[in-house]
């Protein structure tokens, strides 16, 4: 009789929790978003049309200073501002080799005079975004030159159009240049095209579901679990993990549906047209191998940007340096945050130790057990034996256990100015100390665990 209330009772409280959360949520996410979509579309046709490639530049450019007027007002002034200062520098070091490392050192000090309040902070934290797309663009662009895989310096219209193409410059991802001129070309509308964008919106808008509705109940209402105080305080830091990780899905997928539809984002075979933009793997990150696969499928288009212009050029450095050189990049291109960095940081250290430990472990054994999945011919004797399989889960549950810990700073109850703010580095401390700073003891047992065994 208590199991029917119960379930009763639930089956009542999940019909509130639709109609009060889900209904308003998705109306709220589409009223964002659709004059976006629509000025992609416009994007796109006018790539179609032909015509002069300035005149689709220039269109590329208007309409991406339309949407951004649309989500940030009269703030999108200091992305144009960016956008100029980048195209200047360029045009003043184009007999330059080292554009590139010039051009990330300006940008640099522009985003820190940002961080360090000469605008206000709710502001900066808004266009924190755009500014990062339109910066990872144009660093990239300048080694591109550098390297002679871009010719010569674009005209004026051509980088703007670039910078601020409609389908990236709000929710990103990074384009390259190369990406952005093929869209330009404007490839024949299919039914393929508008699908493949179709199903990353609708993706997107299901995620926006998962993480306001879904995951902070997860336990509460979904999965009735019930435990001492310890236990409660895990439970609430992976609820507030997933929420999180959703958040970044819906973007994502939210980004893979605009860049499409605006017309980039495909791979072409000889005559075949694959509308195929990928920017996260949400199962590869919840359902782990690795965190070292976490940190790629979390924003696809990020991480190879991070390893071709940051990575390979801190290897000089040594493996380890140019790993924590990668984080410090991410760290200040996502905005001088206290809680951000300490993740960054944190992954760094996790990722690295991960993945020299499974090294060991996989010469030691003759296993595969390495953070990425090994090729069909690789050289190990043991590669599906039920303990190797064991290895390889025991390292998943611990890749989940870092993630919730990592997570669990992420409060969706925290209240929304604090959010726009960014965390304060006190909330940060108290949410791990909550946690005993178990993922960082952690590391540390495996990082010496290494050394002992090495």
């Not at 993630?403 to 909330?427: K, N």
Request: include cysteine; glycine fraction near 6%.
């Amino acid at each position: 009789m208590d199991m029917d209330m119960d379930m009763s009772s639930r089956l009542v409280l999940w019909q509130q929790l639709a109609e009060s959360c889900g209904l308003s949520t998705v109306e709220q996410g589409l009223q964002q978003v659709w004059r976006l979509l629509l000025l992609c579309l416009i994007c796109r046709l006018c790539f179609r049309l032909g015509g002069v490639s300035t005149v689709k530049h220039v269109t590329s450019v208007l309409a991406g200073m339309y949407s951004l007027f649309l989500f940030f007002e009269h703030h999108l002034v200091w992305v144009l501002l960016l956008s100029a200062l980048c195209y200047l520098v360029l045009l003043l070091s184009r007999h330059s080799s080292s554009r590139g490392l010039f051009l990330s050192l300006v940008i640099l000090i522009y985003l820190l005079i940002g961080e360090l309040h000469l605008i206000d902070m709710v502001t900066w934290h808004k266009i924190r975004g755009s500014q990062m797309v339109v910066a990872m663009k144009a660093i990239s662009l300048a080694f591109d030159l550098d390297r002679g895989a871009v010719g010569t310096l674009p005209s004026p219209a051509e980088f703007l159009g670039y910078v601020l193409f409609v389908g990236t410059v709000v929710f990103g991802p990074w384009i390259s240049f190369s990406t952005y001129k093929n869209a330009v070309e404007g490839r024949k509308l299919s039914w393929l095209w508008l699908q493949s964008s179709f199903v990353s919106l609708l993706k997107s808008q299901i995620c926006l579901l998962v993480s306001t509705c879904i995951a902070p109940y997860l336990f509460t209402l979904f999965i009735p679990v019930h435990g001492n105080t310890v236990t409660e305080k895990w439970l609430h830091a992976y609820e507030n993990a997933v929420s999180f990780h959703f958040s970044n899905y819906f973007v994502g997928h939210l980004s893979e549906g605009t860049t499409m539809l605006a017309g980039a984002g495909f791979t072409e075979e000889k005559d075949n047209i694959r509308w195929d933009m990928s920017v996260v793997k949400p199962l590869s990150v919840e359902m782990p191998r690795s965190m070292v696969l976490v940190v790629t499928s979390w924003n696809i288009p990020m991480s190879r940007w991070l390893k071709t212009y940051v990575f390979k050029n801190a290897m000089k450095l040594g493996t380890f340096a140019a790993i924590l050189v990668t984080y410090t990049a991410s760290a200040l291109l996502h905005g001088l945050s206290f809680h951000l960095g300490a993740v960054l940081l944190s992954l760094g250290f996790i990722t690295y130790v991960e993945h020299v430990l499974r090294k060991k472990f996989a010469s030691i054994f003759s296993a595969c057990v390495l953070s990425r999945p090994c090729t069909s011919d690789c050289s190990h004797q043991h590669k599906k034996e039920y303990w190797v399989k064991l290895l390889n889960l025991a390292f998943s549950l611990l890749a989940i256990f870092h993630l919730t810990y990592l997570g669990s700073m992420f409060d969706p109850g925290v209240d929304e100015e604090e959010v726009e703010e960014g965390y304060t580095a006190i909330h940060t401390i108290r949410r791990w100390s909550e946690l005993n700073w178990a993922s960082h003891w952690v590391v540390f047992a495996c990082w010496v665990f290494y050394r002992l065994i090495q």
